[in-house]
């Protein structure tokens, strides 16, 4: 079991970057794969990026490949999104993931989420 609590979300101009920030209770964090996802209005919840439990591997979808960079720190408990040369139809409520299993496009838990809005 674990929370998840994420931050970092705002309103910023096309071009611009943003690092989302989540954090997790508990002592287990490192046994958790973890991933972002995001969810635009009138469209279905997708996979962004995904880390590692160790943060040795990590994955993009193809939409923001070479724009965002998915980060951890077992020590503190959290997991960064770092979002650059944000384009508006990146705009979209992010979400913090965990995975038990390991593989962090089935996540087991979900925090709150967070508003990103990039106008143009």
């Known amino acids: 079991q674990v929370q998840l609590v994420e931050s970092g979300g705002g309103l910023v101009q096309a071009g611009g970057s943003l690092r989302l920030s989540c954090a997790a209770s508990?002592?287990?964090?490192?046994?958790?794969?973890m991933g972002w996802f995001r969810q635009a209005p009138g469209k279905e919840r997708e996979f962004v990026a995904g880390?590692?439990?160790?943060?040795?591997?990590?994955d993009y979808a193809d939409s923001v490949k070479g724009r965002f960079t998915i980060s951890r720190d077992n020590a503190k408990n959290t997991v960064y999104l770092q979002m650059n040369s944000l384009k508006p139809e990146d705009t979209a409520v992010y979400y913090c993931?965990?995975?038990?299993?390991?593989?962090?496009?089935?996540?087991?838990?979900w925090g709150q989420g967070t508003q990103v809005t990039v106008s143009s």
């Open positions: 993931a965990a995975s038990a299993g390991g593989n962090y496009f089935y996540p087991d838990y």
């Open positions: 880390i590692s439990r160790s943060g040795g591997s990590t």
């Open positions: 508990g002592r287990t964090f490192s046994r958790y794969a």
